[in-house]
């Protein structure tokens, strides 16, 4: 089979897909957090201050990776089963670690000193949450070109939900939950230089996901690799999306203010959702100037990454405020409950929205990153958040009820917060290297092999040695304590 017939195979096997639903998306994902609290308590039993960082390795691998991969490979269609196992794992480790204590527990707390009981600086669940962007997407970008990947899971071409869809739209969550704006880190902006100071700074600051954006169109325009045309366009990408939102966001805040980022999204979505529908700029999206789909001109090209910078920029508004929220001071256990449940509230609010938007104005659609997509990916990030600080509660309330495994009583990171654990750490540490990485792998693996002609044994293994690969390159760095800082 020559090159181009394969290529073409490829794109048709990545393209014209419709989805799945929001709430199996919003299950199959939740794995993640499940799989950090097996990791805390399996982590606890089977590690001590004196295990090798080898030994380490393999169980943060096996417990924070390999059940996330298995939700959307060989498991996709029993995650019930996975979920089970994992639970089971956690209560069984718990139960013969408490049978086989050598030494009397301490006595128990109250409830009420629980609730009390300080809680303050670091917010590991933030952490473990945009670990798990990065891991999540590392895991989809691969898996999607083996047949092991259900279909329904792919990218959708128009509108629909696929667990891939959420890639971009999470990356730019992630990264305004914690950026200087939302923590409160930003310079006021004052007077026409100062914005153009920071302006500059910004497009500074986001020049290497340009270069990589050019690289990664150049590779794929030089080579036989499958394009999806209709993702982002012929030239553009993730890389430029990211760089261009960056951009837009700075001088967007510089011409307003962080306090008012709510406020921003709101506007952004709303007068975005209106031009698509009522001023043809949807149309336009999907068939181009001419109404054929052509692709002449360098706008009409890549239309879909260039026009959906709009969606993306009132999600990073979005997440700019509700990091605004979560980076505010509170320092007790009660304090971070209250928090769970203004997430709780804020989340089936969203949902409500998100049903209305699909209902009443039209469905989501990743291509033109509209209302609803905005909505959905506020609902999807805000479920992830409130998962990973509910797994943040419950370590803590296992710990200071003297529920933990035994070997678990050892210096922690930090005296009032669990830490997040190594390998999570080493993907925050050096997040954008573990995705370059991804993605060069991804490309290696896909020149290498018919990856749609793999056996599911196949796939699997070598889905399972890329991420075991990546896992431990950035793992290595982190122990020999290297950020690969390039800016």
């Not at 060989?74 to 030494?103: E, Q």
């Not at 004052?190 to 914005?195: E, H, L, P, T, V």
């Not at 700029?281 to 002449?296: H, P």
């Not at 990546?470 to 304590?481: A, E, G, P, T």
Request: aromatic fraction near 12%.
């Amino acid at each position: 089979m020559d090159d181009d017939s394969y290529k073409k195979q490829k794109e048709a096997f990545v393209s014209n897909f419709n989805g799945t639903t929001a709430t199996e998306i919003a299950v199959v994902t939740s794995i993640n957090t499940l799989s950090v609290l097996l990791n805390h308590i399996g982590g606890a039993w089977l590690c001590s201050a004196s295990s090798s960082v080898s030994w380490k390795f393999l169980v943060d691998f096996v417990t924070l990776i390999l059940p996330v991969e298995l939700a959307v490979t060989l498991l996709s269609s029993r995650v019930d089963v996975l979920f089970i196992a994992v639970m089971c794992t956690c209560i069984g480790i718990l139960i013969i670690s408490d049978k086989t204590r050598k030494t009397k527990a301490p006595q128990k707390i109250s409830l009420k000193t629980f609730l009390a009981r300080p809680l303050a600086g670091k917010r590991p669940f933030i952490s473990n949450f945009r670990a798990y962007v990065n891991v999540c997407t590392a895991i989809g970008i691969l898996a999607v070109d083996f047949t092991i990947f259900p279909r329904r899971f792919a990218k959708a071409e128009t509108y629909g939900m696929g667990i891939m869809d959420v890639g971009v739209g999470s990356f730019v969550v992630a990264n305004a939950i914690v950026s200087p704006e939302a923590r409160g880190k930003y310079s006021q902006y004052r007077g026409a230089w100062s914005s153009v100071a920071s302006i500059i700074k910004s497009v500074k600051s986001s020049a290497p996901l340009l270069i990589l954006g050019g690289i990664r169109t150049l590779a794929v325009k030089s080579t036989a690799y499958q394009e999806h045309v209709t993702e982002y366009g012929v030239h553009w990408n993730f890389f430029f999306t990211l760089a261009v939102v960056k951009i837009l966001s700075t001088a967007v805040l510089c011409l307003t203010s962080p306090s008012i980022s709510g406020y921003i999204a709101v506007f952004l979505g709303v007068s975005y959702q209106y031009l698509l529908s009522y001023q043809n700029l949807g149309e336009f999206i999907i068939m181009g100037v001419d109404g054929t789909g052509s692709r002449e001109g360098l706008l009409n090209a890549n239309r879909e990454g260039i026009v959906s910078c709009w969606g993306y920029l009132a999600i990073y508004m979005a997440g700019v405020k509700l990091g605004q929220f979560l980076f505010e001071p509170r320092s007790t256990v009660r304090a971070w409950v209250v928090v769970l449940i203004q997430l709780v509230a804020l989340s089936i609010a969203f949902w409500g929205l998100l049903g209305l938007s699909q209902y009443y104005i039209e469905p989501v659609s990743r291509r033109m990153a509209n209302l609803s997509y905005v909505i959905w990916m506020m609902v999807f990030n805000t479920q992830q958040l409130i998962m990973h600080l509910a797994v943040q509660l419950i370590w803590i309330f296992l710990k200071d009820f003297n529920l933990i495994p035994s070997s678990s009583e050892k210096p922690e990171k930090d005296s009032q917060i669990p830490a997040t654990y190594d390998l999570l750490d080493a993907v925050n540490r050096n997040g954008l290297l573990y995705f370059l990485l991804a993605n060069v792998m991804t490309g290696i693996v896909n020149v290498s092999m018919a990856t749609i002609y793999a056996t599911p044994i196949v796939g699997f293994t070598v889905i399972s040695t890329y991420m075991f690969s990546l896992s431990l390159v950035v793992y290595i760095l982190h122990v020999f304590n290297v950020s690969s800082k390039i800016w």
